[in-house]
């Protein structure tokens, strides 16, 4: 029977080659090489298209199922057989090689995963006691590869497996750091960005072989330090851990890193001390990129702070994180988490806090979205310029702003909902006719309720008479005049 639904289901075929492939990993049996190939190429499967004038058939690829395979990948890695795990890659690789040319003029995320497979391919090779004529075979195939993906946009997709390839653990001075024989270490003499993947490459390696020894060594020569001392607390080394990040760690992300380790090692104390110390590291504020990725570094770690301090009964740790989360973020999830760690009691005095923080923020999407919930008209229009603000089609939080401020504040609310629908009709723009229409109506009720009417006659008049020749739009103008009689 489930031959029969294989045949009929290419979507389950895959799903149980990939499970079964997930299965062996899991279970450390050998891989049978009829099923990884046959897996490796329902993944990657031509489909027929229809056309008007013909027919053809085009690569799909079953991105699930191949993330599912990498996971496999890195079981196999993680118990140290990276044989196994090359026995998967190879073939993997050089399929999405051979048909990166068919997808990269239309490929949107597939590219992602030339530096996951150069990654796990390096590993793989630094794992292995491979024969020297296997390894000149293997950089041959890399280097195919590589150009061949290298003419249509995936220049050095596997430039590390390469170098590991060819490199290994050979090294002028490397079996010194691995015993701990050399402090510092840059086999190159400088640290380029290809070094530093090599180095994660060959850290990676250790850490599957279980050579817990040589990693620290390497890392702390290579000065890697973020994976220094989460290995320190891997390994039971915690005091060390925490005295080492502290002393050498900027970034967010890594004081996580870290503090996930620790945790891991059962030291939840500790591991929240030292997140909690890392909400204290100022951003990075060399460039506006640099800004803005260790502003999203400290919403991360504050999230999982708060997270995991409220699973611990920490309040206060929770509180506090909760607040430094939502003041990076400005989000509404953020403002909702915050309530969710907050007592009930403290909860109108955190809120106004919360809320005095958004409004003086320069910038934060869900604002409107976040006061409207907390019922602050007052404060949402307060944050609106009705003059100057950009109103976009999709802009349904401002809308829903004007429904329910138009009472208390029909003069901002005319203007804003004139600067809505007034490019809308003066371009054209026959899709959205119905959002300006929807405009113009909250603007209708505002001059009602404000006295207005026989202004918004003469208003609605002329509209009519300047678009009277948009048949699309005009029938709409004519209704809200005869409502308004």
Not at 33 to 47: A, C, D, G, I, W
Not at 325 to 341: G, H, L, W
Not at 457 to 478: A, N, S
């Amino acid at each position: 029977m489930i031959l029969d639904y294989l045949d009929i289901n290419e979507d389950f075929a895959t799903w149980l080659d990939t499970r079964l492939i997930v299965a062996h990993a899991q279970t450390g049996e050998s891989i049978d090489p009829k099923l990884l190939l046959h897996s490796v190429e329902t993944v990657f499967f031509m489909r027929p298209m229809r056309h008007r004038w013909r027919h053809q058939t085009v690569l799909d690829i079953d991105e699930p199922a191949l993330d599912e395979l990498v996971d496999a990948i890195e079981l196999l890695l993680g118990s140290g057989r990276g044989q196994d795990a090359l026995t998967v890659l190879v073939p993997t690789a050089a399929t999405l090689a051979k048909h990166w040319p068919e997808c990269a003029d239309h490929d949107e995320t597939l590219h992602q995963y030339f530096p996951k497979l150069d990654a796990l391919i390096a590993q793989a090779v630094l794992m292995t006691d491979i024969p020297r004529d296997f390894r000149e075979d293997l950089v041959d195939d890399l280097n195919d590869w590589q150009n061949r993906v290298a003419e249509y946009g995936a220049d050095m997709a596997f430039s590390t497996a390469i170098d590991a390839a060819l490199r290994g653990w050979d090294d002028p001075g490397l079996e010194d750091v691995l015993l701990g024989h050399i402090q510092s270490w840059a086999p190159t003499g400088k640290e380029d960005s290809s070094e530093r993947r090599l180095t994660q490459a060959r850290l990676a390696a250790l850490s599957g072989s279980g050579r817990y020894d040589a990693y620290l060594n390497l890392s702390r020569s290579a000065d890697f330090y973020c994976e220094h001392s989460a290995m320190l607390a891997q390994v039971g080394r915690v005091e060390d851990a925490v005295k080492i990040a502290k002393k050498q760690l900027s970034r967010h992300n890594d004081i996580q890193r870290v503090a996930e380790s620790i945790m891991a090692a059962g030291q939840s104390d500790t591991a929240l001390a030292l997140a909690d110390w890392g909400l204290s590291l100022p951003l990075q504020d060399d460039n506006n990129l640099l800004r803005s990725s260790s502003s999203v570094s400290l919403v991360v770690l504050a999230r999982w702070l708060r997270d995991t301090a409220h699973r611990f009964g920490r309040q206060d740790l929770a509180v506090k994180a909760a607040q430094a989360a939502f003041e990076q973020s400005f989000s509404r999830q953020d403002f909702r988490d915050a309530f969710k760690v907050s007592n009930t009691a403290a909860w109108p005095t955190f809120r106004e806090d919360l809320i005095r923080s958004l409004l003086a923020a320069p910038y934060a999407t869900d604002r409107i979205e976040i006061l409207l919930e907390e019922d602050r008209i007052d404060d949402a229009v307060s944050c609106v310029d009705p003059v100057k603000t950009h109103v976009s089609v999709y802009a349904t939080d401002l809308q829903r702003l004007a429904e329910r401020a138009y009472a208390k504040h029909p003069e901002w609310t005319i203007a804003l909902a004139f600067r809505a629908a007034k490019p809308i009709m003066d371009e054209g723009r026959s899709k959205y006719y119905q959002i300006a229409a929807d405009w113009l109506a909250i603007a209708a009720r505002a001059h009602r309720a404000s006295g207005q009417s026989q202004h918004w006659q003469i208003e609605i008049d002329t509209l009519i008479h300047k678009h009277f020749r948009k048949y699309g739009l005009r029938p709409l103008l004519q209704a809200l005049r005869d409502h308004a009689h």
